[in-house]
């Protein structure tokens, strides 16, 4: 069998940002993904203050996984084997990554930006909004991992409109709670 290889690019990009990490660089970070939309989506920039740890609930934080980086939402902590663990996952997702450790942990997302050379945003970064969807993001992702385990043990034809419709609802509350936010920056923005 065939070993998994990394793709050149993004071992050099992993390079890159551990360099900063190491020098304790503040960089912006275009976006791809979906996982924290709506505060954060495709063509916003991320601005990352590499080497600094998280100090709470809400925050943004990166790290790596797989052969990229993510960035997601702190939304809670956990101790296991005497080491602090965080739990993350991203806004749009049903759940939880796996637990990461301070090591893990590239940088803290510092502001967004949600449009090419729009205004720097800190609503929903950090403070009250971001504990409140931090928050709101645990219970749908606790809520989602036991409406999993009960949609397992449906039938079959009803487990797999079950199992397609957790991730679907488990997204409105954190959507609900972050739309004013996105809206109020929209306001802003014109």
Known sequence: MAEPTLDPRSIALLGLYRSYRRDGTEAWLDT?????????????????????????????????????????RIVGQRVEDGRQRFIVKGDAEAYFDRPIGHDDILGVVRGIRRESGGPIQHRGVDG????????????????????????????????????????TLARVPTRLISAPITQQHGAEGR
């Open 32 to 72: 791809r993904g979906t996982s924290m939309r709506p505060l954060v989506g495709p063509g916003s920039a991320m601005l990352v203050a590499f080497g600094r740890q998280p100090t709470g609930l809400g925050e943004i934080v990166v790290f790596e996984q797989g052969d990229g980086i993510v960035a997601h």
């Open 128 to 167: 009250r909004s971001s504990r409140a969807i931090a928050r709101v993001s645990r219970w749908c992702g606790r809520g989602a991992r036991i409406a999993q385990r009960v949609a397992i043990r449906t039938p079959s034809p009803i487990r797999g409109v079950a199992l397609g419709a957790i991730s």
